[in-house]
């Protein structure tokens, strides 16, 4: 097992990844490769449990988190997306201002959206309205934001991070079997990959002060489980998340069963960033070194182009 600081180290030496801001990464490289291929196998994965793919935007709107709770639960994690001004003067003295990259500042206009900050929001906000005479599976994949201070660290706790999710909605009994499956298919992708994994339940640390009755009910009911890999120097990450949500978002966005109960909702999501750091904390930076398990056929592949 790779030391963790000795690995980035070896990565940003060699150009294979560097940070523009804290918890902000780029990839280029053996390890844009690597990358690209957990993408792809996780991907599989999902496509696995549905066909029913999402292309969604990358950012939502107000309105819809609000109808999720999300300000009174997590507010501290987004990131808004705002422009710059189109007035004339506001742009000109921006272009003539001596240090312009300061000057944006003063110049952006108030933000209406913000950026994801997860998938499965905007499967909710799709199916508003709707009764569901079957269960419904759809998966996605987009690039997420959480804005998460001091605790930012390359690959490991991105504020900007890819997130591939598989969202249930339909009944309680449907949910929880979905949940079981999948923390299987993901145990059994880790061993496929060489990786040491263990489920545990957990809650969203980082809950404002608004929201500690929500985290104590998601805590005595054992609402979210976490798939942990280490990453070296004897610590683990959240590489995978299978969340069950009882009936909040059926509630929230008026969702129902045919018999008119809200439906129950639940998903599994995967940290891309956090499985390409448990793979290289594992195996090392140096793909000619990757041992052959039958999961990195696609891997090997990848890494010889």
């Known amino acids: 097992m790779w030391r963790h600081s000795e690995l980035l180290r070896v990565l940003r030496a060699r150009g294979d990844l560097w940070d523009v801001a804290p918890g902000v990464t780029g ?55 705002s422009h710059l ?46 009764i569901l005479h079957a269960p419904r599976l759809v998966t996605a ?9 001091a605790r930012h660290g390359t690959l490991e706790r991105g ?8 969202v249930f909605v339909g009944n309680e009994t449907d949910a ?30 980082f809950f404002a002060p608004t929201a500690r009755a929500k985290q104590l009910v998601q805590r005595l009911k054992e609402l979210k489980h976490e798939l942990l890999l280490p990453i070296g120097d004897g610590r683990t990450t959240a590489a995978a998340s299978f969340n069950l949500h009882d009936t909040f978002f059926g509630e929230a966005f008026r969702i129902r069963l045919p018999d008119g ?8 999501a995967f940290g891309l960033e956090r499985w390409t750091l448990a793979f290289l904390a594992a195996h090392g930076p140096d793909a000619a070194r990757w041992p052959a398990f039958p999961a990195l056929g696609e891997l090997a592949e990848v890494s010889d182009v």
């Open 27 to 81: 990839l280029r490289g053996e390890t844009a490769r690597l990358f690209a291929a957990l993408e792809r196998r996780i991907g599989e994965l999902c496509l696995g449990e549905t066909i029913d793919e999402w292309r969604v935007p990358p950012a939502i709107d107000f309105a819809t988190l609000a109808r999720a709770d999300y300000f009174a639960s997590l507010p501290q994690w987004l990131t808004l997306a």
């Open 85 to 130: 001004s189109g007035r004339e003067g506001v742009l000109l003295r921006v272009a003539e201002h001596p240090e312009p990259a300061l000057a944006v500042r003063d110049a952006a206009t108030p933000p209406i959206v913000a950026l994801n900050p997860a998938v499965c929001y905007h499967v909710y906000a799709g199916l508003a309205g709707q």
């Open 141 to 149: 994949q987009a690039g997420c934001w959480r804005h998460e201070g």
């Open 159 to 166: 504020w900007a991070f890819t997130m591939r999710e598989v």
């Open 176 to 205: 929880r079997a979905f949940l079981r499956c999948a923390a299987e298919q993901a145990t059994q992708l880790a061993g496929g990959l060489g990786l040491d994994s263990a489920i545990a339940p957990a809650t969203d640390p």
């Open 261 to 268: 109960r809200p439906a129950t909702t639940a998903c599994m």
